[in-house]
């Protein structure tokens, strides 16, 4: 068996890990960078999630994606969860972590679902405060993830961008740049999907997420974009996706596909397609290099 | 304009209650109050909540159909929403929410045919642990009746006074219309898994007792004599060397 690759996470492509998939993993041990897990799915005490995360964990670098510590809420961190979290990074040893900024708890009940706030010095400074939280418990640096949203709020009195800059300038922590996000929210909310990339402090991105979106309409017919992760990676978020490596270089990115899971083949295809965007970049790279090097042709 | 957190309370109320106002302090570009995409996140709550529960229940889902089923599932969702971020947890209690839910009265089977799924989602998540082998269980009993076992931390046992097991098994097939001979009595289920494996198996009459006193910490003795209360003749070996095999006793202990 292969020794655990402890080192970082190579700038390629990788997929969200579904049960559906365990045995077309391990019996073909396909040529793909990382898996990342929903953290959640693997809180159980034990069974065949597990022994499967192991298995796949001692051949593939893995990443660890959280989508219920609500940093964005305006109460404390859940302390349990936290240590579930600790639990799973010490047992798994994931190469990134990363969380949202939404929040999907409030008092007693979890909603289930990543919900927005408005961007206030007061959220600012709380958001803040958990990712301090998480970073201490962890040990780690954590990434945090740009959301999609469907409402803006009155109070808001920054822009995204900006409060993740702050975000990031005040805590250390790194970003993941879900670029479906970007484009589903520049849609609902009528901004310049472009301009908000070219604006993203592409040097502290970690990770890139790109997932597929549905298209529904809003009351008075316009277009309403839901974010949900069930088909294809659309073709105006691939040319989303270039852009923005063009700004990052060569980056770890996840295609994110959680609902009307696909075979194995399908989900393994849309992974070679985003190395191949990466490989592009790389080239594109040189290319530009080389025009404008010194090499003298002789 | 309200704090954080009481923007947070309104936004979760009116997410919970789809007849609540919209939070007035949302906005959207176009006028008007953005009902369709607060609308959004009402259903993504509520259909991530009901799908977790079609996934965790799908027999129990079979036999009421995908209407009913989601129906059910939205009113559970709205009277006992998770209350925690380990959605592997939800749903525990909607065996006895089906019971009381009285649409499903016409199919009073339905409440243990969840149990029944309820304790194979929870053997499937739960602790592993090496069931003990049989040579090595008697060489620690001998003829001791006060050995009390620690049985596997998958074990669960669902009582029905409806043939529970039949009726999941035969719910659980597809397109195979093969004439399904039910009987009339109760089934007992014992529901382990002893590897990776869930195995749901049928108890005999006293086993289910036999079982839940050794599970509340009763030696064999206690837990053969409150079995016999319910069945005259009950057969402790046959029962235990049933446990064996099913790999539910992974420890044995002398009761002090």
């Not at chain 1, 589903?184 to 890139?208: C, S, T």
């Not at chain 2, 079609?54 to 998770?82: C, I, K, N, Q, S």
């Not at chain 2, 999941?168 to 097939?173: G, I, K």
Request: with cysteine; glycine share 8%.
């Amino acid at each position: 068996m292969a020794q655990r690759q402890t080192g970082p996470i190579p700038p390629r492509a990788g997929v969200g890990l579904k049960p559906q998939h365990y045995r077309d993993i391990l019996d073909a041990e396909p040529d793909i960078g990382w898996f990342e897990i929903h953290a959640e799915n693997y809180m159980g005490e034990g069974g065949p999630p597990h022994a499967y995360l192991t298995a796949v964990r001692e051949r593939y670098p893995l990443s660890l994606h959280g989508v219920g510590l609500s940093i964005g809420g305006s109460g404390p961190l859940d302390k349990d969860h936290l240590a579930r979290l600790k639990a799973l990074a010490d047992r798994y040893e994931p190469a990134l972590f990363s969380e949202h900024l939404a929040w999907s708890s409030h008092d007693t009940v979890y909603l289930n679902d990543l919900l927005p706030l408005p961007y206030t010095e007061a959220t600012l400074a709380t958001v803040c405060g958990h990712i301090d939280e998480v970073q201490e418990a962890l040990g780690r640096q954590m990434l945090l993830e740009n959301p999609s949203t469907y409402v803006a709020f009155a109070a808001t009195s920054m822009s995204e961008v900006e409060f993740l800059r702050e975000i990031v300038r005040r805590t250390g922590c790194g970003l993941l740049l879900d670029v479906n996000n970007v484009f589903v929210q520049a849609a609902n909310h009528g901004f310049d999907a472009a301009a908000y990339v070219d604006g993203f402090p592409a040097e502290h991105v970690g990770e890139i997420h790109l997932g597929g979106h549905a298209e529904d309409a809003d009351d008075d017919g316009s277009a309403l974009l839901i974010d949900d992760h069930g088909r294809e990676v659309a073709d105006p978020v691939w040319a989303l996706y270039a852009r923005a490596l063009a700004r990052t270089g060569p980056t770890p990115t996840l295609i994110e596909w959680d609902n009307d899971v696909p075979a194995w083949a399908t989900l393994f295809a849309e992974a070679r397609r985003a190395d191949a965007v990466i490989a592009d970049t790389v080239w594109s790279d040189a290319l530009s290099a080389d025009q404008h090097g010194s090499c003298v042709a002789v | 304009m309200p704090g954080p957190s009481e923007l947070e309370a309104d936004f979760a109320r009116a997410v919970l209650d789809a007849k609540a106002d919209v939070p007035a302090p949302l906005v959207r570009e176009a006028p008007g109050v953005p009902a369709r995409r607060f609308g959004v996140y009402r259903n993504n709550v509520y259909a991530s909540l009901i799908d977790a529960l079609a996934a965790r229940f799908p027999v129990t889902a079979r036999l009421v159909g995908d209407a009913f089923f989601r129906a059910m599932a939205r009113a559970y969702a709205e009277t006992a929403p998770p209350n925690s971020p380990v959605l592997l947890r939800y749903g525990m209690g909607f065996a006895d929410f089906i019971a009381s839910f009285p649409p499903a009265g016409p199919v009073p089977y339905l409440a243990d045919v969840a149990r029944l799924e309820w304790a194979w989602h929870a053997a499937y998540h739960a602790a592993d642990a090496a069931p003990l082998p049989l040579e090595a269980l008697a060489e620690a009993v001998g003829d001791a009746a006060s050995a009390t076992l620690t049985l596997h931390p998958t074990l669960h046992v669902v009582r029905s006074v409806y043939p529970v097991i039949t009726i999941w098994h035969l719910a659980a097939r597809e397109g195979e219309d093969e004439p399904a001979r039910i009987p009339a009595d109760g089934e007992d289920a014992l529901v382990v898994r002893p590897k990776l494996d869930v195995e749901v198996r049928r108890l005999p009459a006293g086993g289910a007792a036999f079982v839940l006193a050794l599970k509340s910490g009763a030696c064999l003795e206690q837990a053969a004599e409150q079995a016999a209360q319910e069945v005259a003749g009950f057969d402790l070996e046959a029962n235990l060397a049933g446990l064996v095999v099913s790999g539910a006793i992974v420890g044995v202990g002398a009761e002090p």
